[in-house]
């Protein structure tokens, strides 16, 4: 049997750690914000032959009637190189100027085929909007779970346990959120998508845990010192939790490594931090939340003593 | 659960082999030259943009106008009207009355080569023109010809308001009401059709597109005038909704579109099929190799609830519509087969904790199953808590989460992410199928295929080999 509870300042060390450099990379490398949360437009045009890319930026600015940055990004799926142009503007661009745009692109660089690949145009206020209203959702669905948890596992006290559950759970978004600012991949649409199966995959994977918790607590009744009580929760139950990772990372393992084959980007740059995610996930399930709640509950115990003993 | 007999396996098994065979591959006929979908395969799945590459628009009336429903109604009626004669019916279209905005999402056509998405998003904001116009005589390709094309009766603005009425005999029709200009020209216009023998017809255009062709049985000279022609209800709204976008003061204005080509299309489909089967075996050869029997069983259960997971997306019948599959629908999809993966592992390991405490196996199957409900029950739920929220605060505004919700996401306007409302569904839908499948289907054959004297050993089942 590992003893869980006896290492848990190695867990909060690791998890301080890793909370505390993910906020230091954010706060100096900065969060790669994509344009569908913070507004403002990119523009991706295929071209054939040579272009001089200062003369199409000037050419740009001139019609636009604003400042714009221009990269080039070659596109894996079709080998060819694209101009990805994107403008200082967050307020979005008019689709009547849009239009005017590649009308005058592909009249002065007409020996180029220039081609409109992909637009990505935002309004900041609704990029913003949608950014709030993500954040209200995953709020929302803290709170109701911490009250679902507080009723089923009123045995092992409920409203703590909702609480460290959901610990966890930030806990998670936060490694999820440090491979998107070390590995710089945007927050997009998938970042949502990656933090929302995380969520329920961490969520489900803690309440595996308690669920075992509140079992023994029934079998051995509260003569068990809580300490023991999670360790045998979790040392019963830590099968499960590594079969059922290993086998749900190495089906991602297998799509991103296919995906990657076959050149699908936005899928392996989605699947990579649902890897890290998962882990994270399994890894605060297992060690970080029983711990915390063993402190809780200890700490509680010591409260509710010494003041039994003022009384007397 | 009382007795399972033998012959439930086999049940179970055919049952979920039919769901899992038609689900993909789907089932058709042709009879002549006419194609007929009985049941709809994966390849009827509807991908979202961000998948095959499409058009995401968000249209609103000019910045500080503020737009009646009535306008908002008949705006997004233009933008259907103009959907159409560009030959795109594959189309979401949502407008909110709270916030004037309507959302429009439409994929591109397969073999797509010279569209302009550009082009086509300038075009359907702008103004509509609206015209009454004399004969319904039109060209091949549906243009206004002859006389139709030379003789404009009434424009948009000679219209002050359109609705749907009800007559004395209870016929709904749409009741016009013109401006004194107008009422001018339509007196004219309507003594001299309706003398004609037969009567006269006036058409009314929006754009290029012929919207009514209604005969004129009276000279109307006060302006206002009536279209009957057996309309029901949604019908008589509709045109009168169009007839009103003629009159719209102002042009829809875009500044949040975009355009995703479709590059990533086919190849990427393909690619994400394999890596989703290859995985799937994968799952399979380690669920066998770690629990043997039960191993197979989650296997079958497993390819049960992929299965109806493409069902539930495609619609599976003909008659019920599909739900757009986008990336992070996908993710759902992986997310609600790991929870049922999951739920087998759970059971299995149960399962093997009773037979070491030295249970027979019939007992160590009952227990696994009760004693790994709860936690498969309460982590399931929290799971559905996380679908059901996604889908009320990112899902179309009339649908039922999304009323439930409204006192929370209320201060928002509806959401242009189609894509968080598909995560929602499929998770919400995978694990439904995970109490069927990972839970009553798999306790369904195990105990059945238990009652094979082949298959009673322990050893098959993770207890100690004798």
Redesign the interface.
């Known amino acids: 049997m590992i003893d869980f509870v006896g290492k848990r300042k190695i867990f909060f060390i690791i998890s301080i750690a890793l909370v505390a450099v993910t906020l230091l990379g954010s706060l100096f490398l900065g969060l790669n914000l994509d344009i569908q949360y913070k507004g403002g437009t990119m523009l991706t045009y295929s071209y054939t032959g040579d272009i001089n890319k200062d003369d199409f930026l000037s050419k740009v600015q001139e019609v636009v009637g604003g400042s714009a940055a221009i990269q080039e990004s070659s ?1 894996l ?2 080998g060819s190189t694209n101009l990805v142009v994107s403008l200082a503007s967050t ?6 100027k ?2 005017e745009l ?1 009308d005058a692109l592909s009249q002065t660089f007409a020996a180029n085929n220039i081609h ?8 900041a206020s ?1 990029g913003r ?2 950014f ?3 954040l ?2 995953v709020l ?2 803290a709170i ?2 911490v009250v ?2 507080g009723f ?1 596992f009123k045995r092992i006290s409920g409203w703590s346990a909702g609480v460290m559950a959901v610990i966890a759970l930030v806990h998670d978004i936060i490694a999820v959120v440090a491979v998107f600012v070390f590995f710089r991949l945007s927050v997009d ?2 970042f ?3 933090v ?2 995380i ?3 961490s ?3 803690t ?2 845990i ?3 918790i ?2 023994n607590r029934r079998i051995y009744g509260q003569k068990l010192p809580v300490g023991e009580l999670v360790n045998k929760s979790i040392n ?2 830590m ?2 939790a590594i ?2 990772t ?3 990372v ?3 393992v ?2 991103a490594v ?2 990657l ?2 050149n ?1 980007t ?2 392996v740059t ?1 699947v990579f931090p ?1 890897i890290i995610g998962l882990l994270s996930g399994t890894y605060s399930s297992v060690c970080l939340v029983p711990c915390m709640w063993v402190m809780w509950q200890e700490y509680r115990a010591k409260k509710a003593q010494q003041t039994d003993a003022k009384k007397k | 659960m009382k007795k399972v007999g033998k012959p439930v396996f086999f049940v179970v098994f055919v049952l979920i082999l039919l769901l899992t065979l038609t689900a993909f591959l789907g089932v058709s006929t042709t009879f002549g030259d006419i194609p007929t979908t009985w049941i709809k395969g994966a390849q009827d799945i509807r991908w979202g943009i ?1 998948v095959r590459g499409g058009v995401d ?2 249209f609103s009336p000019p910045d500080g106008y503020d737009a009646t429903d009535e306008e908002m109604a008949a705006a997004e009626q233009i933008i259907k009207v103009r959907m159409v004669s560009q030959n795109i019916t594959d189309y979401e279209i949502y407008t909110d009355y709270d916030k004037d905005r309507i959302i429009v999402r439409f994929p591109w056509k397969e073999d797509e080569t010279d569209f302009n ?3 086509a ?2 075009e359907l ?1 702008a103004t509509a023109r609206l015209t009454f116009r004399e004969g319904y005589e039109t060209d091949a390709s549906g243009l206004p010809s002859g006389v139709t094309a030379d003789t404009i009766i009434l424009e948009g603005k000679d219209v002050e308001e359109a609705a749907p009425a009800m007559t004395n005999t209870n016929e709904i029709v749409v009741s016009l009401k013109l401006t004194s200009e107008g009422a001018e020209k339509f007196a004219e216009a309507t003594t001299r059709l309706s003398s004609q023998s037969p009567k006269g017809i006036i058409s009314i255009w929006m754009d290029d597109v012929m919207i009514s062709y209604p005969r004129v049985n009276d000279a109307i000279l006060n302006g206002e005038a009536s279209i009957s022609g057996g309309f029901d209800a949604a019908g008589a709204k509709e045109l009168a909704d169009k007839i009103n976008a003629g009159a719209l003061p102002f042009a829809l ?9 479709p ?2 299309g086919v ?2 489909r ?3 099929v ?3 089967f ?3 075996i ?2 399979c050869v ?2 066998i190799i ?1 629990y043997r029997l039960p191993g197979i069983v989650a296997c079958i259960a497993l390819m049960g609830q992929a299965a109806g997971t493409i069902a539930a997306i495609t619609g599976y019948l003909p008659s019920i519509s599909s739900f757009t599959l986008t ?2 629908g ?3 999809i ?2 609600s ?3 049922g ?2 739920a087998n ?2 059971t299995y ?1 149960r399962i093997r ?1 009773e037979l070491r405490l030295g249970r027979g196996i019939d007992a160590a199957i009952d227990a696994g199953y009760k ?1 790994a409900f ?2 498969i029950f ?6 559905v ?3 059901v ?2 889908m009320g ?2 899902g179309p505004p009339a649908s039922i989460f999304a009323m439930m919700l409204k006192p ?2 209320g201060i ?2 509806s ?3 189609g ?2 409302y598909s ?1 929602g569904y499929t ?1 919400l839908v995978g694990i439904i199928l995970n109490f069927l499948m990972g839970v009553t289907a798999s306790r369904l054959m195990l105990k059945s295929l238990s009652k094979f004297k082949p298959l009673r050993k322990a050893w098959l089942y993770g207890g100690e080999k004798k």
Not at chain 1, 91 to 96: F, H, M, V
Not at chain 2, 253 to 261: A, C, G, L, V
Not at chain 2, 378 to 383: A, K, L, R
């Open positions: 596109d799926a079709t307020s979005g661009l008019s689709a009547d849009q239009v590649t409109t690949e992909s637009i990505s145009n935002v309004n609704i909007e949608f709030l209203k993500s209200v959702a929302f669905a109701v779970m679902y948890i089923r649409a998938n949502m998508a990656v929302l199966t969520l329920g995959y969520i489900n994977d309440i595996v308690y669920d075992r509140r079992e019963q139950s099968k499960r079969v059922t290993v086998t749900t190495m089906a991602l297998v799509i296919v995906t084959i076959f699908v936005p899928i989605f649902l | 961000d628009a968000t998405p550009e082009d998003i300038a904001g204005q875009t500044t949040n579109f975009s355009t995703i080509s590059t990533l190849g990427a393909d690619a994400m394999l890596a989703g290859i995985a799937f994968a799952i380690l669920m770690l990336l992070p996908i993710a759902g992986i997310l087969i790991g929870v993966v999951d592992v759970i390991e904790e004693r709860t936690a309460d982590g399931n739920i929290t799971v808590f996380v679908a929220i996604l605060a990112f929370v996401f928002f306007g959401s242009t992410t894509a968080i995560f998770l």
